[in-house]
């Protein structure tokens, strides 16, 4: 079963950049493709970004275009999602999770998550 940890949140000013991280336990993880989630407070649990196993497909929300870059790296089994020009409606417990392709991950079909970290982002 493939675990996921994830770190890097934190506080930071609106137009502020953070770097999330997440590590991957498993040997199969560079056969599943692999996203972040998000959850605010009050709201439901949103996609944000995907990548495929090889790297080569990349899925993002429109809220967060142009301004997040998801990146893996299969030699260390971690994936990562740079977030610049963040806004406070980016606030949120962001997850690491696992799919079959970037399209499950997309619509919620995960086989693994982790257990989130806290981004704030203040006005």
């Known amino acids: 079963q493939v675990q996921l940890v994830e770190s890097g949140g934190g506080l930071v000013q609106a137009g502020g950049s953070l770097r999330l991280s997440c590590a991957a336990s498993?040997?199969?993880?560079?056969?599943?493709?692999m996203g972040w989630f998000r959850q605010a407070p009050g709201k439901e649990r949103e996609f944000v970004a995907a990548?495929?196993?090889?790297?080569?497909?990349?899925n993002y929300a429109d809220s967060v275009k142009g301004r997040f870059t998801i990146s893996r790296d299969s030699a260390k089994n971690t994936v990562s999602l740079q977030m610049n020009s963040l806004k406070p409606e980016d606030t949120a417990v962001y997850y690491c999770?696992?799919?079959?392709?970037?399209?499950?991950?997309?619509?919620?079909?995960?086989?693994?998550w982790g257990q989130g970290t806290l981004v704030t982002v203040s006005s």
């Open positions: 999770a696992a799919g079959r392709t970037t399209a499950d991950i997309s619509v919620n079909v995960l086989v693994a």
């Open positions: 498993e040997r199969t993880f560079s056969r599943h493709a």
């Open positions: 990548i495929s196993w090889n790297g080569g497909m990349k």
